[in-house]
Structures are given as structure tokens and as C-alpha cells.
């Protein structure tokens, strides 16, 4: 690690990656297209390419002062020096590209330190589709394979699963023809590659280990605002807590359109969801978060996705956010002090009157529950996306079902057998648990998953 430190200090000339050049960003021949993040505030030219390098990318390029983007080709039209010309936002006199223009660095050097912390994430044991060269676009074949070896075959090819039987090693995406999502035990790959001689095993029965690979999965990457401003005014409507910033994830990456908020949140922006920018009412964005109830701000919009969550799960996690921000967890303190109890009675009976309020004044309403997607994602984000007037094909679900949990999900230690709530609070929340789930029921909705309504 003693590269990075060193890094800090340094001038421009000596960053870590080689400058290659300053390229022009054409919509239509993106070839850097693999993690995407912004930083409004602290993007530097170091930090872009670590975050590439990390990802198992040759090149990172800059723009826009505040955005980064990886890949493993570089842009086809090189543009003049001088029109990258936007100074980094976190440090000053370096240059992160410019309007439609990127500044390219080469990170492979940087790659030696990165593969340490780069995680290859095994996916499981699957039978081997019909017609391998049609579902796998590249692959290799070589004696003494290892995973490592067929990961970083597959990365370079920009591709996010490695598939690998003995000698063999193919790259590809989840698709239709091989979906994920029947794995088989681990014995079966095993078994077939202690067979001496194949011709034990029929060829039709081959399995083979299946790795994810550092790469982002791209064919649901690209967003961008709706052409013609929509003519039905959508909210995405949810209790803090609830989850709306993954469901809007999985909507983005479903439909290709941003989706807009209420509210306007920087950390998100960085993120990805350059619709935190766009006024709310622009009517440019597909839906529009929401964390808001009564009949006024209900009655602005044509009709609503609204999203529920175990009151339990939500509570904790806004108060998470509330102490430690979107991808942190309050500490012992917090949970112990006097701000935990008035938290809980305040919010708990807002968890309730938000799903009411929203039953009551909502003029064409979508119910979905926090624990249903997160069970069974395809079907329920299918439904999303058709509530939505949009069609998607199977693959492009597949592609979000490959990235579903994005770049925001909490991680790290929190305490494991954690039980915040008292006996009083549990009497109160359950309370209106049970309202909400008679008030769904009376409106002929499904009533709130069994997992979480009191006996």
C-alpha cells in the first residue's frame, strides 16, 4: 500500500496511471462504458483510476470535472488538449476531461496492487447449456486452468460471468438459454473433473463452475432522460427506509430512463442517479421518489408504485441512514441513547399513515412489498416495469437481476442477533402492522407478507 501514500503527495505529472489523451465522448461509440460513478465534489484522477484499476479495467477516463468511466478500449475520436479543460472537483490544476470530452488514463500498472482487493464471486454449479459458442461469445482452452486465470480472460473481454470445466474456460452473460437460476450441487462439477478419461461422461451432461467477475454486466448500464416529457405523472412512493433507492436502481436499469425525486440528494447523484438533479416536476424521469403523504402532495401525481417494508426493518434502517448516512450503521451509542425511543414513536405511526394516506388519496396505485422483490426480483420488477407502460426484454431483466444490489447496499459489520426494540415498542408497531394489513385487505390487495404480521 505504500504507492497510494505517496500518491497523495505528488504532482499532477506523476499520477499513477499513464495520460493517454483527451478523447471525445461519442454517445453512440461508447467504449468506455463499465463502472460509472460521480463525484460533485471530490473526483480526482487518482480516484477514478483506482476504482477502474479495482474493477479489473485497462483505462479510466474523466469528464465532466466530476464523472468517471471505465473500460478496455478506447474511445475512437481523439479530440484537441485543449477541450479537455475542466478542473478536477477535488483537486485543484488537474484536468478530469470536459463537456462531451474524456480524459483518458491507461491503470494497467496500477492492476498489481488492485487484484488483491478485486473479488471473483462464485455464482454456483450449472448444467451447461444446449450450444456453448452460441451462449458464451469467447473462450479458452488450456491445460493447467485456474479460476484466476479464467476470470482475468473474461474481465479483459469486458465480460461478467467466467465459466470453467477442467481445461476449458468460457465468457459470457446471463441469458435466457442460461439463466442462473437453477444451480445444481457443487459435486456434479467436481465429479466431472476427477473422470480420468471424458468419455465416461455423455457430453450433453457437462456442468461447469460459474464465477462472476469483477467486469459490470453493461447491457443495462446505459440510461437517459425520457425524449418527449411523459404524459402520466409517477411516484415512487415509500416509507424512509423502505428500500426506494434500490427500487429505483432496479427501475433505471430495467427501463434505461433516470427516474427523478422530491428531494434533492447529493450522495445519490454521485452514485449514478443524475436524476436528483432534474427539477421533480420536469416530467423527464420515468417516476419520482417520494417520501411524502396527505392528500396534497398524494393528488399531484396521476398514480404510484408504492413500496412497503417490515415497519421493523425500515425503522432500523433510516435510522441508520439518519446516524451514519446512506451506507452506514449507527453505533452502540446511538442505538442506547434517549434518540433511538423518540425516533421509534415518532416514525412508527408515520410508517402506518403513509401506506394509508396513500390507499386513501392515491388515484391509480401499485402496491408492491420491499420483501416480495427482494424474493422473487423478475416477475415482480416485470410488473414494475409494465405499471410503468414500458416493455423489456427477459435479457435485460437478467442483466439487472446480474447487478441487483448496485453499488449501495450497507455492508460491514453490523452487530448480528441485534434486538433494539422493547417490549412496548413491539406492542406499538405491531399495533399498526395489523391496521395496514386489514386496510390493504379491504381494498382487495394482497395483505403485508406473513413473515412480519404479528400471529
Known amino acids: 500500500g505504500g504507492r497510494r501514500i505517496i500518491s497523495n503527495y505528488c504532482a499532477i505529472s506523476c499520477t499513477?496511471?499513464?495520460?493517454?489523451?483527451?478523447?471525445?465522448?461519442?454517445?453512440?461509440?461508447k467504449t468506455l462504458k463499465g463502472a460509472v460513478f460521480y463525484d460533485l465534489r471530490k473526483m480526482t484522477v487518482s480516484h477514478c483510476q483506482e476504482a477502474c484499476a479495482e474493477r479489473a479495467y485497462?483505462?479510466?477516463?474523466?469528464?465532466?470535472?466530476?464523472?468517471?468511466?471505465?473500460?478496455?478500449?478506447?474511445?475512437?475520436?481523439?479530440?484537441?488538449?485543449?477541450?479537455?479543460?475542466?478542473?478536477?472537483?477535488?483537486?485543484?490544476?488537474?484536468?478530469?476531461?470536459?463537456?462531451?470530452?474524456?480524459?483518458?488514463?491507461?491503470?494497467?500498472?496500477?492492476?498489481a496492487g488492485a487484484k488483491r482487493r478485486r473479488n471473483v464471486i462464485y455464482r454456483g454449479c450449472f448444467r451447461a447449456p444446449e450450444n456453448l459458442?452460441?451462449?458464451?461469445?469467447?473462450?479458452?482452452i488450456q491445460s493447467n486452468l485456474t479460476v484466476e486465470m479464467c476470470s482475468e480472460f473474461c474481465s479483459k473481454k469486458e465480460f461478467p460471468l467466467a465459466v470453467i470445466g477442467g481445461p476449458e474456460c468460457y465468457c459470457g452473460y446471463p441469458t435466457m438459454h442460461f439463466t442462473l437460476h437453477d444451480s445444481m450441487d457443487r459435486l456434479f462439477c467436481s465429479r466431472l473433473q476427477n473422470v480420468s478419461s471424458m468419455a465416461e461422461v455423455p457430453r450433453e451432461e457437462n456442468y461447469y463452475h460459474v464465477y462472476q467477475t469483477p467486469v459490470q454486466d453493461t447491457r443495462c448500464t446505459d440510461r437517459k432522460f425520457l425524449t418527449t416529457k411523459s404524459k402520466v405523472f409517477v411516484a415512487l412512493s415509500s416509507f424512509p427506509g423502505a428500500g426506494n433507492t434500490w427500487a429505483r436502481h432496479l427501475i433505471e436499469h430495467a427501463t434505461g430512463y433516470y427516474t427523478g425525486s422530491y428531494y434533492f440528494d447529493g450522495t445519490l447523484y454521485n452514485k449514478g442517479f443524475k436524476g436528483e438533479k432534474d427539477h421533480w416536476r420536469s416530467r423527464r424521469t420515468i417516476c419520482v421518489k417520494t417520501h411524502e403523504s396527505g392528500k396534497r402532495e398524494i393528488e399531484m401525481f396521476d398514480s404510484a408504485i408504492l413500496l412497503i417494508r417490515n415497519p421493523y426493518k425500515s425503522l432500523m434502517a433510516e435510522f441508520n441512514r439518519k446516524c451514519a448516512g446512506h451506507l452506514g450503521y449507527a453505533t452502540e451509542r446511538n442505538w442506547k441513547s434517549k434518540e433511538w425511543p423518540d425516533f421509534?414513536?415518532?416514525?412508527?405511526?408515520?410508517?402506518?399513515?403513509?401506506v394509508l394516506d396513500w390507499l386513501r388519496y392515491g388515484k391509480h396505485l401499485f402496491v408492491i412489498h420491499y420483501e416480495?422483490?427482494?424474493?422473487?426480483?423478475?416477475?415482480?420488477?416485470?410488473?414494475?416495469?409494465?405499471?410503468?407502460?414500458?416493455?423489456?426484454?427477459?435479457?435485460?431483466?437478467?442483466?439487472?437481476?446480474?447487478?441487483r444490489d448496485g453499488n449501495f447496499k450497507r455492508s460491514g459489520a453490523r452487530q448480528k442477533d441485534f434486538e433494539p426494540f422493547t417490549q412496548e415498542m413491539k406492542d406499538l408497531i405491531n399495533s399498526y402492522i395489523l391496521t395496514v394489513d386489514e386496510a390493504l385487505k379491504r381494498r382487495n390487495l394482497t395483505g403485508l407478507p406473513r413473515e412480519y404480521v404479528p400471529r
Open 16 to 29: 499513477l496511471g499513464t495520460y493517454v489523451g483527451c478523447f471525445s465522448d461519442d454517445s453512440r461509440e
Open 58 to 111: 485497462t483505462y479510466a477516463g474523466l469528464e465532466y470535472g466530476a464523472e468517471c468511466y471505465c473500460g478496455n478500449k478506447l474511445p475512437v475520436t481523439i479530440a484537441k488538449q485543449e477541450e479537455c479543460n475542466n478542473e478536477c472537483k477535488g483537486e485543484k490544476g488537474s484536468i478530469c476531461g470536459g463537456v462531451n470530452r474524456l480524459s483518458v488514463y491507461r491503470v494497467e500498472e496500477l492492476q
Open 133 to 140: 459458442t452460441v451462449t458464451f461469445p469467447a473462450s479458452l
Open 344 to 354: 421509534v414513536n415518532s416514525y412508527a405511526s408515520w410508517w402506518a399513515s403513509h
Open 372 to 403: 416480495d422483490l427482494k424474493q422473487n426480483l423478475i416477475p415482480n420488477l416485470k410488473e414494475m416495469v409494465e405499471f410503468l407502460n414500458m416493455t423489456v426484454t427477459e435479457d435485460r431483466l437478467l442483466c439487472v437481476e446480474n447487478n
